[in-house]
């Protein structure tokens, strides 16, 4: 099943479940309201696609599911521990796709390590303002893999269920230095993008801007090394790599979700960044620099 059915959970569990896969959209009043009338509709250069999801408001309604996808943003995780404790209850394992590492913390501390599994995705997508998801960039890519001890049929069961719906998918042995890959990324792509409300291509560009961008991912990495040993001595080349290898145009959901006044992952993502370096005397003053720029618009705010 699906634990919240908007940009990214909609997306990969709409084509889990055309493809014939089982899903189940645990969702909320609005939400289901609105697939209910409308249908869950994906604009994708994939291919755009339609169909009447299965829903569920309530965890009672559903029936002992194996997985779970879970694909609400950081700021909601707290509410939703409830019910992810009743679906663990039920047998279920987690699979967190929120950008992000300190959500990983919460989840094991809860749940422990042999029901929440490592995951991330990497993909452009939003909702408009009818609530259809609209995804921008080819990217439909999904890493996960166990940290504790996770059943590999269960693994490989979901690895080729996204393999059948065409998503681009890795079973990963080492699924926490991936994880802290794409929050290394992450965090620095969507500071410098939601900071200048600029697409990647503009700020790699501008020679001022890249060197402040460049400046943010070596902080970045200082930090993440401090709490994860493993990582490949040229990550600073990979980061920036990648910067230029993704579509000139994009952008991030932070700076999305800024530009529609929503609230902002802004305390999970360059928030929690700044704080871990604390823990280890790192200082981040590019990335307190962006905190403090974006944190008036942190609970949602229409730019002006
Ligand atoms: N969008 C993107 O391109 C990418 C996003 N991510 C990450 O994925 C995560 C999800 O982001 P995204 O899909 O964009 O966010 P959205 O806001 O589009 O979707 C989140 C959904 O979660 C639902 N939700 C929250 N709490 C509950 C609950 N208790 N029960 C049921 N549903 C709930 C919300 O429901 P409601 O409608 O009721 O508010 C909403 O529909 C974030 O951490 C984000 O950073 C990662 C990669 C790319
Ligand atoms: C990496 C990127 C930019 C696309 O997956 C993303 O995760 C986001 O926009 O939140």
Redesign the pocket.
């Known amino acids: 099943m699906v634990?919240?059915?908007?940009?990214?959970?909609?997306?990969f569990g709409g084509r889990l479940a055309k493809a014939g896969v089982p899903v189940t959209?645990?969702?909320?009043?609005?939400?289901?309201h609105?697939l209910k009338k409308r249908g869950l509709r994906v604009q994708s250069s994939h291919g755009n696609f339609s169909l009447e999801p299965n829903l569920a408001?309530d965890v009672e309604e559903l029936q002992s599911p194996t997985i779970v996808i879970l694909?609400?943003?950081?700021y909601?995780l707290e509410?939703?521990l409830p019910?992810l404790k009743q679906l663990v209850v039920q047998g279920a394992k987690i699979l967190p796709?929120?950008?992000?590492i300190t959500?990983m913390k919460t989840l094991i501390d809860q749940f422990g390590a042999d029901v929440v599994l490592g995951g991330?995705?990497?993909?452009?997508?939003?909702?408009n303002t009818v609530?259809d998801?609209i995804h921008?960039s080819p990217m439909q890519d999904v890493v996960f893999g166990s940290i504790g001890d996770i059943d590999r049929c269960l693994l490989e069961e979901l690895r080729s269920s996204f393999e059948q719906a065409n998503v681009h998918v890795k079973l990963s042995s080492t699924i926490m230095v991936d994880m802290w890959l794409k929050y290394l990324f992450?965090s620095t792509f969507?500071a410098i993008t939601a900071a200048t409300r600029k697409p990647i291509g503009a700020i790699i560009g501008d020679p001022i801007t890249c060197d402040f961008l460049e400046n943010l991912v070596r902080e970045a990495i200082a930090v993440a090394k401090s709490h994860e040993k493993a990582f490949p001595k040229d990550t600073f080349e990979t980061i920036m790599k990648r910067f230029q290898a993704v579509p000139p145009n994009m952008t991030?959901?932070?700076h999305?979700?800024l530009e529609k006044g929503?609230p902002l992952?802004l305390d999970?993502?360059q928030g929690a960044m700044i704080q871990m370096g604390a823990e280890y005397d790192i200082d981040t003053p590019n990335m307190k620099a962006v905190y403090a720029l974006l944190h008036p618009y942190l609970n949602g705010q229409v730019l002006s």
């Not at 634990?3 to 997306?11: L, N, P, Q, S, T």
């Open positions: 634990f919240g059915a908007g940009a990214v959970g909609g997306y959209f645990l969702v909320r009043e609005n939400r289901y609105l408001r694909a609400i943003k950081n909601h509410t939703a019910q796709l929120l950008n992000g959500h991330s995705c990497y993909i452009e997508a939003t909702l609530g998801i921008t992450l969507s991030s959901s932070l999305r979700d929503l992952e999970s993502l």
